[in-house]
């Protein structure tokens, strides 16, 4: 059973537009929510993260959103930049599992000159 | 610091053999996660330890995986009578986990590829 669903597997974005990832998870047990990035042969790399009783967290070019309500989060990357081209994992944890993370499928970023 | 270590990258076995892969975390963190992630989907939870105590293995695949850190530092995984279905990566993540909330961020190592053939 998927809790967290990424129902984009891939995007293809301009250089310098805004690349908009979007994540929807079903447990409303999950109060912690995070991004990570993996370029292959690597593993993921930790991007940016959000607290459920936040609705916004902002580092540098790289924007969270969440929406409890709507049990959505978004990523935003402005500007969008060919070294941002990656599979994107969204993953949520809850304490009552140890924060071990949830994650969904991935979406594959591909940003173009 | 050297990040998370995974020995080995790769690894092909004969179905019915047993392997084992392991896993070095960035020093001095206590928790030790292991995940799994097959071809299209994502990273898949399977077990984690504070320092050496193994808090939660109820998501192990089967009985066939085990997982052991016996002095808190690095850890092993360990699959018996693989299978095909078991070829995936597997990856290991490891945490300062002093406080062992949500802020603990997880580190990822470049995972072990497994190949049953």
């Known amino acids: 059973d998927q809790q967290v669903k990424q129902n984009s597997p891939s995007l293809s974005v301009q250089e310098g537009r805004i690349s908009i990832l979007n994540c929807d998870y079903t447990?409303?047990?999950?109060?912690?929510f995070l991004w990570y990035k993996k370029y292959p042969a690597e593993g993921p790399t930790f991007l940016i993260s959000?607290?459920?009783?936040?609705d916004k967290n902002e580092d540098g070019r790289f924007t969270v959103f969440l929406n409890k309500s709507a049990k959505h989060l978004s990523l935003h990357i402005v500007p969008s930049q060919p070294g941002d081209s990656a599979v994107y994992f969204c993953a949520a944890s809850a304490r009552n599992s140890g924060y071990a993370l949830n994650f969904g499928k991935g979406t594959s970023l591909l940003v173009t000159p | 610091d050297t990040g998370v270590s995974q020995n080995p990258r790769h690894k092909i076995t004969k179905r019915g053999q047993n392997v084992t892969f392991r896993c070095d975390p960035i020093s001095e963190h206590n928790r030790l996660y292991w995940y799994r992630q097959t071809l299209g989907q994502g990273p898949e939870f399977l077990t984690y330890?504070?320092?050496?105590?193994?808090?939660?293995k109820s998501r192990l695949l089967s009985d066939r995986f085990s997982a052991e850190r016996p002095k808190g530092s690095f850890s092993t995984l360990e699959i018996q009578r693989t299978e095909q279905g078991d070829s995936a990566m597997y990856l290991c993540?490891?945490?300062?986990?002093?406080?062992?909330?949500?802020?603990?961020?997880?580190?990822f190592g470049p995972g072990t590829r497994l190949t049953v053939l």
């Open positions: 330890f504070q320092n050496e105590a193994q808090l939660e």
């Open positions: 993540a490891s945490s300062l986990g002093l406080s062992g909330g949500p802020t603990d961020t997880q580190y």
């Open positions: 959000i607290s459920s009783i936040k």
């Open positions: 447990n409303s047990m999950f109060d912690y």
